[in-house]
């Protein structure tokens, strides 16, 4: 599986949108980009994937560059219930994928 | 549906002892995974399974073993603990899907065990 680079931690203001970078410039063609979260002590939730397109649903966007090599999780209006580590995963999704460290959003009131 | 469940929640163990973690759901998924948590990391696969009576290494698979004798179930086994293996143990499932469905290798997670390894 390719691996991906997240900052460490972001600070977004309550009720703006909050733009999660992730590089992952060794993506294989067939690899899926996922993004997960985890709010402090539970399991990690999913938010959304994609391979190629934009992708949007309840939780979320997901922006991803034509040359597939970096990709933006959106959260459109951010509260504070969305302070959490922001995991960006790529993988082939036919089995396991590998987390890293992810970046740690703080949602500012 | 009471989705993916762990048992215990909480356990503190001396070196050398063993024990055995359980995972069960109730979705019917196909996929199951154990995960390993420690402090200021993210989660690092220890094994995982693609179906009934098979299991795969992970990431971290030293000084774990791991059986899926039932569908519904996916125990981690530990059979010398370690002070090493003190860590917040995560266990997660997913179903077969399409590549192509919105749901493709969605992971559903339990609520985590906290071992402690004295």
């Known amino acids: 599986d390719a691996k991906t680079t997240q900052p460490t931690s972001m600070d977004c203001a309550e009720g703006r949108a909050a733009n999660l970078p992730c590089n992952h410039s060794t993506i294989s063609g067939n690899e899926y980009v996922y993004w997960y979260r985890q709010i402090h002590s539970q399991g990690p939730q999913y938010i959304i994937h994609g391979l190629k397109n934009n992708e949007t649903n309840e939780m979320a966007s997901l922006i991803i560059t034509e040359d597939r090599k970096s990709s933006t999780l959106i959260l459109p209006h951010a509260t504070l219930r969305d302070t959490a580590v922001y995991y960006c995963?790529?993988?082939?999704?036919?089995?396991?994928?590998?987390f890293g460290k992810g970046t740690r959003l703080h949602i500012l009131p | 549906n009471a989705g993916v469940t762990q048992t215990p929640k909480f356990r503190v163990l001396k070196t050398g002892q063993s024990m055995t973690l359980l995972c069960a759901q109730d979705?019917?998924?196909?996929?199951m995974y154990w995960y390993r948590q420690d402090p200021g990391m993210g989660l690092r696969l220890i094994h995982y399974s693609v179906g009934e009576g098979t299991t795969a290494k992970g990431e971290v698979p030293d000084g774990y073993n791991v059986s899926r004798l039932k569908k519904q179930n996916f125990l981690l086994g530990l059979e010398s603990a370690a002070p090493s293996q003190t860590s917040v143990y995560f266990c997660a499932s997913s179903p077969w899907v399409e590549p192509s469905a919105s749901s493709y290798n969605e992971q559903f997670f339990g609520p985590g065990t906290r071992l402690t390894v004295l």
């Open positions: 979705m019917n998924h196909e996929y």
């Open positions: 995963i790529v993988s082939l999704g036919d089995d396991k994928i590998i």
